[in-house]
């Protein structure tokens, strides 16, 4: 289709095009103009009061009427959850009659208004920090389906995009309601039934001690009860348990596991020199490395040294590791006796304490998927990455940030693991994803959709591998001469494999 603009002379057409600017911005204005008169003076001949008079005077919330805040929330979240009270699918005795008061476009004007505003700092609330609490909200409780909530909600709570709103400062009876409202099916499921899932794996205590935790701010809690917040979030089944936090000796040889501990979790900020990305260790290797299938420390560490067919020869666990920040990371390697390697095999090394050597342990790596009934599709992958992936890691695979750390991380493009890393193979990504994804959701995608996302998302563009020789068409004879490649194929139309950068 022509647009319409080149019909007109150059002139006319920037004449125009800068009008419907000025009428967008006149009526993006207007909009504020009608929600700031709303949430400030409300809609009497409406019987509507003023938003501030519940959720005060800066929209910062109420902790003594459990009024949320509703300041920077964002506009998208804030007029879902307006239509939701309007439209009944959401109820409150409050909200509920007065939501169905305002027009669309008031409820739209209110929203923008709300969202512009600046995010106010949290001012912990009088509820103290549960340690409890601090633990589900940073640790979660991976093996029984509940990922840490700042896995989403971003670091203490801050919010992330539209999806993900602030926890950080809420009142605690608000949180409380809102997670019982969603384990009786009282609320909206929201975005993939993932918030229902969560809360219903959640008992009466710890919902209170996880709301007492985002209430304080996000807030570290006093350090006492290790060994009763560890016992409460401990995983139960039939794969090997490694030792818990609290049993880390506070010696030098502590000191460099709770170091290699830190460096998995924050890879960029702790091992900045060697990486190359916004991804961590724990991207992949979920709960801090303690996630059976989810390539748990405790299994690799006793598998090394190993021979591996990638690189033609025995490597130890160090020269693993070294592959992980060049392909992975798409960064160098750190040398053999590095601090950042020393206190990452370190962290492995106590995790599999009581593992036994040599043996293939239950959990370790991705469980291996059954051969797909239809060879993997990146169309109908790309249909199942906008339902079940999009909202996490954008519709265009690039993640998502907030306050400068990476909270989704990138799957393809220019801040993702490159084409030498073992993700970069559609059996790996899709065995991950079937065990693991969507946070919280795992297991819940078919085989076949499992096959069909890891092909789409495998099929896009990412930064070249390091072994690079000659061409794209001799490194995939020589590195990626296998079905499960798609590096140097046509896929959706393009070659693949010629990679990408800042």
């Known amino acids: 289709m022509i647009p319409f603009t080149t019909c007109l002379p150059r002139a006319g057409a920037i004449g125009l095009l800068a009008a419907l600017v000025a009428v967008a911005a006149a009526g993006a204005a207007e909009d504020g103009s009608i929600g700031a008169r709303i949430v400030r003076q409300g809609v009497p001949q409406a019987g509507v009061p003023a938003c501030v008079a519940c959720h005060g005077g800066q ?34 005795a409050v909200m509920a009659p007065m939501a169905k008061l305002l027009s669309p476009a008031q409820r739209r004007a209110v929203a923008q208004y709300l969202g512009a505003l600046a995010a106010p700092s949290v001012a912990p609330a009088s509820v103290p920090a549960s340690a409890l609490g601090e633990w589900i909200a940073e640790r979660g409780r991976w093996s029984e389906g509940v990922p840490a909530c700042v896995k989403c909600h971003g670091a203490n709570g801050a919010g992330v995009g539209a999806a993900f709103p602030p926890l950080a400062g809420l009142p605690q009876a608000y949180i409380v309601e809102q997670l019982d409202a969603w384990k009786r099916g009282a609320r909206p499921p929201g975005p993939l039934d993932l918030m229902r899932a969560v809360a219903g ?32 979030a401990a995983p139960r089944g039939r794969f090997f348990q490694p030792p818990p936090e609290s049993a880390i000796p506070d010696n030098e040889f502590g000191r460099m596991v709770r170091l290699g501990e830190a460096i998995f979790r924050d890879t960029a900020g702790e091992a900045h020199d060697y990486v190359g990305n916004t991804l961590t260790c724990e991207n992949c290797h979920l709960d801090g490395g303690r996630l059976a299938n989810a390539s748990p420390l405790w299994a690799a560490y006793v598998a090394y040294p190993a021979y591996r067919s990638k690189n033609g020869h025995v490597n130890t666990f160090a020269e693993r590791m070294q592959g992980c920040f060049r392909f992975s990371m798409n960064g160098k390697a750190p040398p053999l006796g590095d601090k950042v390697l020393v206190a990452l095999e370190t962290y492995a090394y106590w995790m599999s304490r009581g593992a036994p050597v040599g043996e293939t342990l239950p959990g370790r790596g991705y469980a291996k998927l059954p051969a797909p009934a239809q060879e993997p599709d990146y169309a109908r992958g790309e249909r199942v990455y906008a339902q079940r992936c999009a909202l996490c890691h954008g519709a265009d695979g690039a993640g998502q940030s907030a306050r400068g750390k990476t909270v989704f991380p990138a799957l393809w493009g220019p801040d993702s693991f490159n084409w030498g890393a073992g993700m970069a193979a559609v059996n790996n990504a899709a065995a991950f994803v079937k065990a693991n994804m969507p ?7 078919g085989d076949q959709e499992a096959w069909d996302v890891a092909a789409f998302l495998d099929g896009h563009e990412r930064p070249q591998d390091p072994r690079f020789v000659d061409s794209v068409a001799a490194t995939r004879a020589k590195f990626h001469d296998s079905r499960y490649s798609l590096y140097g194929k046509t896929v959706n139309g ?9």
Do not use: C, M, W
């Open 59 to 92: 929209a910062e919330g109420n902790e003594a009427l459990g009024a949320p805040r509703l300041a920077g929330v964002g506009a998208p979240y804030i007029l879902e959850q307006l239509d939701a009270f309007a439209g009944g699918s959401r109820n409150d």
């Open 201 to 232: 794996k959640l008992s009466a205590d710890e919902v209170k001690a996880v709301a007492a935790y985002f209430a304080a701010g996000g807030a570290h809690a006093a350090p006492a009860p290790a060994a009763r917040q560890e016992a409460a």
């Open 439 to 445: 946070l919280g959701l795992g297991g819940t995608l």
């Open 494 to 502: 393009r070659l693949v494999g010629v990679g990408t950068g800042h």
